[in-house]
């Protein structure tokens, strides 16, 4: 009988992320707030006899070969086991491609998951994320997905109870414009941040306590200069959805997905009615516990 398991890749947004100095090794240090969606790719591996590792995707838009981060898992993980691959990866896609929602690292992140269940080999959780990092900065977080700081280059992880009740997240995401995080980041002057600790932990702390009045005045996205400056489009949604004014409001990663933060649905709902949705696509989701482990 073939093996086959069925895995949940959730989404990410980035509540803070403050870029910090460029290290020797080409990476910025980060300090991040990470949070988990209920927006899920969902994939499936299955055993076959058919040598190497094939890859399908209802999307023709993404890649099924060396270039997925997909690929680049499954290739790390049966290379540090010694195992000759044989393996179907399917991915049912409905993250946004390059929308700075780490599509590609969560699905990256849920075959590694999948992989070392199917093939019994005892990693622990920190074992996977530690030889994860070489696919992705962001794969260590989505191994275990929820909510964490994440520092170094993303790779750091200090993991919090995602806590409840959720919140609503609308994401906005411009259609035809497609963000590359090493664009972003190459583009990104240091120094330009004037931040401080004390901020950071404050705004952990609020977002812990809920507390969206802090939050929609504290938050803060350093690559947004960067993408800002290239698409004008989605510092439009900003300040759309801002004019609303009761969520906080922000884009996530590189971008160019913009996303609000709502106590409830209606909130959520009332902001939408203010974008033009022949020139956004949509989502209404909520904060998760991430669901790869
Ligand atoms: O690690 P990942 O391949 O996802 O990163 C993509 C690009 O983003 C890197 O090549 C690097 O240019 C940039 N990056 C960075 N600092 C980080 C994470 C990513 O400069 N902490």
Redesign the pocket.
Known sequence: MKRTLILQAPAKINIVLW?KE?RPD?????SSIMQSLSLVDTITLQETREEGIQIECDNPDVPRDQKNLVYKAAQLFFEHFGISPGIIIRIQKRIPIAAGLAGG?TDAGAVFNGLARLYDKGMTMADRMKLSMAV???VPFVIRGGLAVAQ???ELLNFFETPRPPLFVLIAVPKNIEVS??W???NYKPGQSKRSEENFRDILSAYRKRDLEFLKHNVFNDLESVTFKRHLAVADIKEALNSEGSGAVLMSGSGPSVFGLYTDRKAAIKAASRLDITKVNLFLEQTSRGSNF
């Open positions: 870029v460029k080409g990476y910025h240090e980060l690292s992705g900065s962001d170094g280059r993303g995080t090493k972003c980041y190459e």
